[in-house]
């Protein structure tokens, strides 16, 4: 076990991303994370994936990588006393299922707080534990939609786009499991527990920069604005004559010159179109144009090379291709590849962020359902054979 998280346990009670997510985030960095999954399916997460290979998902060994799994059924009371049984042995509880769920089942925070003083309960939800809307059902997109970022992501002519991945999710998966981390920090202080209590809305809103007081004190509403950056130019996607885009952000005045004489055209500088940070910006779609018309005559590669001689800040949009073979991501080690029972192997990016002296690891890929019942059950709670076998033949585990 490596990381600056491995004397935790981590019990993984949820489904799906938000929570998972978190509980990737805890695994990376060293917990022991013990995910309880339905005796009958397991997590969802198992069959989701665009590319199947073996009728097996691409995307579980990811979510799922350096967790031990165990089959319990939350919804059978034996299963919810198996839970108890965890949680008395466990640092962190993380969970999201709706606001009540889990006081129904006997599992709510007081009732593991009795069994267990020092437990911290993460709890992700789309609406938060309290208010109006908590007893709602909450995906991902909906706290996207609700947290501001849909209403500002695509192009300004079209509806609301996605941007691409499950970003509410991770957003809010990411803030439970910097929440867990500061309460297992206070616990250290304090003695007790305490419960984290992640919206996915609020997650996506604590990332909306200034966009409420430009609202309500400036009367300025964000809007769709595409691969543009509004009133600062240059700074956008530019295509190149092989068809790849190039994005390219030379809107300071130095950076601006110095893109200038690797274009050839100098005399933009002198400009007063172009001249300052306020003319650019005011003056954004010609100076666009007159970009787009010079990097559409180039070739990625050597475009590239002379923005980066001469200091300019840019960058292809990579594709997963691109990320594989890139020289820069393979000397960081920014991609790994992990041994997988199925695929050989399987390509993931690397732990992130990168700690010094108490690295975390990717250990192990996803695992297969309940492969860790024995050593959970069997070595940890110390289950007798004919309790196990009782368990299984109830559908329990």
């Not at 695992?367 to 007798?384: F, I, K, R, S, W």
Request: a negative charge; glycine letters at 12%.
């Amino acid at each position: 076990m490596t990381g600056p998280l491995s004397d935790i346990r981590v019990l993984e009670t949820g489904t799906l991303l938000a929570g998972p997510f978190c509980g990737q985030l805890l695994g990376d960095h060293g917990a022991e994370v013990i995910k309880l999954e339905d005796p009958g399916r397991g997590d969802p997460m198992r069959q989701w994936g665009r590319e199947r290979p073996y009728g097996k998902s691409l995307w579980w060994p990811v979510v799922a990588r350096n967790k031990k799994s165990v089959t319990c059924n939350l919804r059978h009371p034996d299963g919810q006393a198996l839970a108890r049984e965890l949680a008395a042995h466990a640092d962190v509880l993380v969970e999201n299922f709706r606001p009540g769920t889990l006081e129904r089942w006997g599992l709510g925070y007081q009732e593991l707080a009795a069994l267990n003083p020092r437990l911290v309960l993460v709890r992700v939800t789309g609406y938060g534990q309290s208010g109006p809307y908590a007893p709602r059902a909450g995906f991902g997109s909906i706290g996207e939609a609700m947290g501001g970022i849909r209403h500002i992501t695509g192009e300004p002519d079209r509806p609301p786009s996605r941007t691409g991945i499950s970003l509410g999710d991770a957003l809010a998966g990411t803030m439970a499991a910097y929440g867990a981390v500061m309460a297992l920090h206070a616990r250290d202080r304090t003695g007790t527990g305490q419960v984290v209590d992640s919206a996915l809305y609020e997650a996506v809103l604590a990332y909306m920069e200034s966009l409420l007081p430009e609202w309500e004190i400036g009367g300025y509403q964000r809007e769709r604005t595409g691969a543009v950056l509004p009133n600062v130019a240059p700074s956008n996607a530019y295509p190149t004559a092989d068809g790849a885009t190039v994005l390219i952000a030379a809107n300071q005045d130095t950076v601006f010159r110095r893109l200038t004489e690797v274009m050839g055209r100098e005399d933009l500088t002198d400009n007063p179109h172009y001249a300052t940070h306020t003319a650019r910006g005011a003056h954004q779609r010609e100076l666009d144009d007159l970009i787009t018309a010079w990097t559409a005559q180039q070739q990625s590669d050597q475009l590239l090379a002379a923005l980066h001689r001469a200091g300019v800040p840019a960058g292809k949009t990579y594709t997963a291709a691109d990320m594989l073979a890139d020289p820069h991501f393979a000397a960081r080690r920014a991609i790994v590849r992990v041994p997988h029972p199925d695929f050989g192997e399987i390509p993931m990016q690397n732990v992130v962020p990168r700690l010094s002296a108490t690295p975390g690891a990717v250990r192990w890929a996803g695992p297969a359902l309940g492969e860790h019942n024995d050593e959970v059950y069997g070595q940890l709670l110390g289950l007798t054979d004919e309790r196990l076998e009782k368990l299984a033949a109830e559908g329990v585990i």
